[in-house]
């Protein structure tokens, strides 16, 4: 799933020859630290989210989608799961510059550009958080 969807990424970001997600190895998957998230349409796995979250952030780590379900809402769907089920104050993710559906879909979900800078491998790089209100309490009823 992963390597399916990052050819593509890596072709937007005219980075097919050095895009690291593309090398990344199965054991990488295997030993981390993270929280995976799929979606199946048909039974079968047409999008991952990968999140590392803590007490005071959400990471997401990836968002892919297979090539032959874009444009569907799927990923919309995983981030609209990741809100309702992590009560973060700050979410955080990371794509590449040049990505534009990554980009729009995010800021129409609310996240900010933060910051933009160049990697070590030549690829342009942006960061987006979204901040989540505390929830407030409701006073209990006298």
Known sequence: MFQVSYVVEAKLLNAEDNFPPLKRPL?????TNTIFY??????KLVAVMEIKADAQS???QSLVVDPAFFRKGIAGKLLSFLFE???SPLFTVETGAANDPAIALYERFGFKLVKKWMTEFGI?????EKTNPPLLQTPPVC
């Open 27 to 31: 054991s990488a998957f295997i030993n």
């Open 124 to 128: 342009e790089k942006v960061a987006f």
């Open 38 to 43: 799929g979606y199946h349409k048909n039974e």
């Open 85 to 87: 089920n992590f009560n």
């Open 58 to 60: 959400t990471h997401i």
